[in-house]
């Protein structure tokens, strides 16, 4: 018997949740929450295998709600069911701790399933998701301002970094001087740095490039 | 007060024109007539001098005639002449071989320079011996007795003119007689008779006058009796030699008082009666006078053809002078209109103007300026300086500018603030140049001055109501978008759970439903029908605004919506760096970022043809939200919409959260849209600095 409470503040939806359990064998409902507070002193208070959280209900955000939930329950496996159809709240969700991310349309067909998965230990996701995270996990830091430049202005850099001057990458790129001092001022400008030295010493730091007395 | 104006310069006129005319008018005048006298005496005293001098000369002349006929007769009476003489008398002139001789002789000395050479006789001056046989020869009584009158002298003695019929007309003679003495030189043996012809000498002597005239003539002249008689040809009558004859008595004629009066000059009537000036002497050794006259009228003529000249001359002057008078004049009223018109223009010109010296102080400032700033032109020429008027802030400027000005000796709209004697501020608009003396120094500023708290009350009136303008669109767009919010989230939490509600009971239906009947092909297809109206839901919930970007924040929105647009626009290469960090950002500034992306990439899309589109996002040391979005696009040239109200809405909404928003183009490296939106309204509550 798998004992599950129901966190939504859409009575029609826990009804129709509860519904699917009715319909099969051996899951209880144990506990409703229609908001943020409640769902708090249910999990608290309740004897819960899984908990079924809306993420988007009054009170408090969905994010910060399985923070609290998972800082007060860790073991406790939270399967978030989720209006939202976009894959980043499932990533958020399961960042923060989460089990598994569910859909509210296609609860009628994986509830149960996905109640057995997460109920067990495991996760509960779409392939897409976790590609997603995979890739997050593996993803250098974000915020390195070179990320921000666009290709153009990233080759346009590798070559200040090597020591070229601009007429030179003018001529190797058949762009006018004028363009280039343009890019190098927007390079500057996205990296938030004063002058060429700046970059170089931000190039060889983050082993994007040889400096030319080196190569 | 134009007709004022033109009375008092036509008194003016009278006044410094015409009287200094009148005035120079009547000396010139006084001059010509004082002139006129002076010349006249002059003239007088000259052809006095003239005419005497004449006459001195023709004396002259006839003497040296005379003195040459009297050396004739002492060459041809030598010894053998007198002997011969005082033989053939002796002979009682019978010898016709001695009389061969002596004529012989006479021929030979006279023929040639005389009319004709006769011996008389002592006796009764009768001819003895001639050497002209011609029928006319005289031998009047007159010159017998001139040769007898010689004869008692026993001096040689110059005949009077006389003259006689001859054959076709009448002739005048003259003659010298010259004794002739026997060896001894004691008895007078005959009188020895030259007989001139005044014609060939005489009359031409008299009758040539030095320069040209019209009226001058020479005359000789002696006393026959009560009478006085011309003696040579005259210039201006027919008669000839001693045939014209005057009255002794009749003082009106020059000839008549000449010879009553001796040498001397005359002032009179010639023999025509008309007035004449004359100079008449005595021929020493002769009866005769000589007279050199000239007409009053032709003196008179050339002095006045003189006078005319001057006269014309002078007027010509004259009317120069009043000319110049004149042009003078008229410039001189022209300058002074036109100073007059300038001085008017100065003072009420539609701006201020002032002048200041080297130490800024007030050296003329005009009546517009004084009324804008209240003072009166003692209180300020010579006491106060320029800066003495500045408000505080305005001469710190003012003081900025000053180096500047005396470098380059020139300002152009510098905007100041005055305070007006009552303390009140003007705006004025100031533009100065400096005026230098010919060594080049500073001598004082010309400054225009224009009142320009109209434009500055317009302006703040613009810019209130452009204030306003930008609240109600910031309004506007919050209001919009709260409303979106409300919408997106009505929709995709109420209808969105009736649906998911829905298909759980669909579904349920489904399991209890017996299988493969047209019940259950009936309820899969509901199923299908609600998980696409859950997908409509969902998708006009995320145009209206995306929940994400409160829920989750600016990052996973702006994720969310690449994604969604590469979905959509898979020709186009999508790049998103998104560079966040942990910062969160929230509110506005998310919603603006947010719509701004949406905005480029919907532009993009409309108008670029772009192939790339890379989006940067970045956060500056958690106070600046840094945004751009670049394509490689056609540019912003071609962009017909680049320009329209989805770019100003963009602007509208950052210079709503005091960001900037900057779009430059380079020509076929596309489109950047570079956003800065400052975060610090989040964190300090509001204050944008």
């Known amino acids: 018997m798998i004992r599950v409470a129901i ?6 939806v826990r009804q129709g949740v509860r519904k699917i359990f009715d319909d099969a064998a051996g899951y209880q409902v144990v506990g409703e929450a229609a908001n943020a507070e409640d769902t708090l002193q249910l999990v608290r208070e309740a004897k819960i295998d899984v908990l079924i959280l809306d993420m988007s209900m009054p009170g408090r955000s969905g994010i910060e709600l399985i923070k609290q939930i998972k800082a007060e329950k860790p073991k406790l496996p939270v399967l978030v069911l989720s209006m939202h159809g976009e894959e980043q709240y499932a990533v958020r969700a399961i960042k923060v ?5 569910l859909t509210k349309e296609s609860a009628a067909e994986e509830l149960i399933n996905a109640v057995n998965k997460v109920s067990m230990g495991s996760f509960y996701i779409t392939p897409t998701v976790a590609e997603r995270l995979a890739l997050e996990l593996n993803a250098t830091h974000d915020a390195e301002p070179h990320k921000l430049l666009s290709d153009r202005e990233f080759e346009i850099f590798r070559m200040i970094v090597a020591g070229q001057k601009g007429c030179e990458i003018a001529a190797a790129l058949s762009l006018s001087s004028k363009t280039v001092s343009t890019y190098k001022a927007r390079i500057l400008q996205k990296m938030q740095m004063g002058n060429s030295a700046e970059l170089i010493h931000y190039a060889i730091e983050h082993g994007l490039s040889t400096p030319a007395y080196l190569a | 007060m134009a007709i004022a104006l033109n009375a008092r310069l036509s008194k003016e006129f009278w006044v410094s024109v015409a009287l200094p005319l009148l005035v120079l008018a009547l000396v010139v005048v006084g001059v010509l007539a004082y002139v006129h006298v002076s010349a006249r005496n002059l003239t007088r005293s000259n052809i006095a001098n003239d005419l005497e001098a004449i006459v001195r000369l023709k004396a002259g002349q006839i003497e040296q005639w005379q ?8 060459l041809i009476i030598t010894r053998q002449f007198s002997t011969d003489l005082q033989q053939w008398l002796a002979g009682g002139r019978r010898s016709r071989q001695m009389e061969q001789r002596l004529r012989a002789q006479l021929e030979f000395f006279g023929a040639s320079h005389y009319f004709a050479l006769s011996l008389r006789s002592p006796v009764d001056g009768r001819i003895l011996l001639t050497t002209n046989s011609h029928p006319d020869l005289p031998d009047l009584p007159p010159i017998r007795a001139q040769a007898v009158a010689c004869v008692k002298s026993g001096m040689p003695a110059f005949g009077d003119l006389h003259v006689r019929k001859i ?15 026997d060896a001894a030189g004691v008895q007078i043996l005959a009188v020895l008779h030259l007989i001139l012809d005044p014609e060939e000498l005489l009359f031409p002597l008299l009758q040539t006058w030095p320069g040209v005239s019209a009226s001058a003539e020479t005359q000789l002249l002696r006393r026959e009796g009560d009478e006085v008689v011309f003696l040579n040809k005259l210039r201006h009558h027919s008669a000839a030699p001693l045939q014209l004859r005057l009255p002794l008595a009749t003082p009106q004629f020059i000839a008549a008082r000449v010879i009553q009066n001796g040498n001397g000059f005359y002032e ?6 008309m007035p004449s000036l004359a100079y008449g002497m005595a021929v020493a050794g002769t009866h005769w006078y000589l007279i050199a006259k000239i007409d009053t009228a032709e003196v008179a003529a050339r002095l006045n053809a003189v006078m005319t000249y001057s006269a014309i001359l002078l007027a010509i002057m004259l009317l120069a002078s009043a000319w110049w008078l004149i042009e003078r004049r008229r410039k001189e009223q022209a300058l002074l209109a036109a100073l007059a018109e300038s001085e008017d223009l100065y003072q009420n010109a539609a701006c201020g103007y002032h002048s200041l010296d080297r130490e800024c102080v007030f050296v003329r400032i005009n009546d517009t300026e004084l009324r804008m700033l209240g003072y009166d032109r003692e209180e300020l020429v010579g006491k106060k300086r320029i800066q003495d008027l500045h408000t505080p802030e305005s001469l710190r400027r003012f003081k900025e500018h000053y180096p500047h000005f005396i470098a380059s000796g020139q300002v152009r709209d510098l905007e100041f603030e005055f305070l007006r004697k009552d303390g009140s501020v003007l705006p004025v608009l100031i533009s100065a140049s400096m005026v230098r003396d010919s060594a080049g120094r500073y001598l004082m500023s010309h400054t225009t001055v224009y009142d320009i708290s109209e434009r500055k009350r317009a302006e703040q009136e613009l810019a209130a109501y452009t204030e306003r303008l ?8 919050t209001v919009r978008e709260e409303e979106r919010a409300r919408v997106a989230r009505e929709l995709h939490d109420e209808l969105g759970q009736l649906l998911t ?4 009971d669909i579904v349920r239906l489904r399991g209890q439903a017996p299988a493969d009947t047209a019940m259950t092909t009936q309820l899969a297809e509901m199923t299908a029908l609600v998980d696409q109206t859950i997908a409509s839901v969902r998708g006009i919930a995320a145009d209206l605004r995306p929940i994400m970007l409160d829920e989750l924040g600016l990052k996973s929105a702006v994720e969310w919506l690449s994604e969604d647009f590469a979905k959509r626009y898979a020709h186009i290469s999508f790049k998103l760096a998104c560079a966040l960090d942990d910062c969160k950002v929230e509110g506005e500034q998310a919603t603006a970022a947010y719509r701004i992306i949406q905005e480029c990439l919907t532009n993009v899309v409309k108008h670029a043809q772009a192939s790339k589109i890379h989006v940067a996002i970045g956060v500056r040391e958690r106070r600046q939200l840094h945004i751009s979005v670049q394509d490689n696009g056609r540019g912003l040239q071609q962009h017909g919409g680049q320009g329209g109200f989805g770019l100003l809405g963009m602007r509208e ?11 430059s183009s380079m020509p076929g490296e596309g489109v950047v849209v570079d956003v800065v939106i400052s975060l610090a309204q989040v964190d300090g509550g509001g204050a944008v600095r």
């Open chain 2, 653 to 663: 909404r950052v210079s709503a959260l005091g960001g900037s928003l900057d779009v």
């Open chain 2, 268 to 273: 009179g009537n010639d023999y025509r009666g």
């Open chain 2, 167 to 181: 054959a076709g007309g009448m002739m005048t003679t003259t003659g010298l007689f010259t004794p002739v003495r």
């Open chain 1, 97 to 101: 701790g989460a089990a598994g991310y």
């Open chain 2, 501 to 504: 509600a829905l298909k759980i």
């Open chain 2, 470 to 477: 930008h609240q109600l669109s910031t309004h506007l767009q």
């Open chain 2, 67 to 74: 003195a040459e006929r009297g050396d004739d007769a002492n």
């Open chain 1, 7 to 12: 966190a939504d503040d859409h009575l029609v």
